[in-house]
T-cell receptor, first 109, second 115 residues
């Protein structure tokens, strides 16, 4: 089962914040976050393991609520380079990594 | 490290022809995934291998698709016969081991067009 992401798209001005949500109907072992620029392959941002941890990568951070099977990605003080499509990937005990439909982020000057 | 290497980068073929996509994983990466990406369906997991053994192929669309991993350095995804609806970008991705807490590393992808 693929995770569900929201919103589908978001438009920001430089310096604004955004949150992308990811939820799953199955018990999760981990949640991954990736960013894909147009015409390129997805690039790994971070992984969160069950345990409810929060991680950061520059001004991009994420949290994982194991009980709710939900994860959120936080874009803080967005930069032009943050534009792209963000995918969450969820992994259960079978180690299959399934991706959500993606959230397209556009950051404007 | 050269990363995950896929070939060809682009493939245009006629309906009914056989297509073979190739992937060389990062050395030491024992888990390999094949994904297909389209606008309509997003990133779909087709099959994944661990230590050269297919673990889950439930995402393979139909019998026209087959994948092999004859050794730790090479994998192929074959479509025979190809159809226009197979047009997509096919990504190979790898990680050290299926239980690894590393993210997967994607290759540059093969853009397949079936006319």
């Amino acid at each position: 089962q693929q995770p569900v992401q929201s919103p589908q798209a978001v438009i920001l001005r430089e310096g604004e914040d955004a949150v992308i949500n990811c939820s799953s109907s199955k018990a999760l072992y981990s949640v991954h976050w990736y960013r894909q620029k147009h015409g390129e392959a997805p690039i790994f941002l971070m992984i969160l393991l069950k345990g409810g941890e929060q991680k950061g990568h520059d001004k991009i951070s994420a949290s994982f609520n194991e009980k709710k099977q939900q994860s959120s990605l936080y874009l803080t003080a967005s930069q032009l380079s943050y534009s792209g499509t963000y995918f969450c990937g969820t992994e259960g005990g079978d180690y299959k990594l399934s991706f959500g439909a993606g959230t397209t982020v556009t950051v404007r000057a | 490290d050269a990363g995950v290497i896929q070939s060809p980068r682009h493939e245009v073929t006629e309906m009914g022809q056989e297509v073979t996509l190739r992937c060389k994983p990062i050395s030491g990466h024992n888990s390999l995934f094949w994904y297909r990406q389209t606008m309509m369906r997003g990133l779909e997991l087709l099959i994944y291998f661990n230590n050269n053994v297919p673990i889950d192929d439930s995402g393979m669309p139909e019998d026209r698709f087959s994948a092999k991993m004859p050794n730790a350095s090479f994998s192929t995804l074959k479509i025979q016969p190809s159809e226009p609806r197979d047009s997509a970008v096919y990504f190979c991705a790898t990680k050290p081991d299926r239980a690894s807490t590393h993210g997967i590393v994607f290759g540059s992808g093969t853009r397949l067009t079936v006319v």
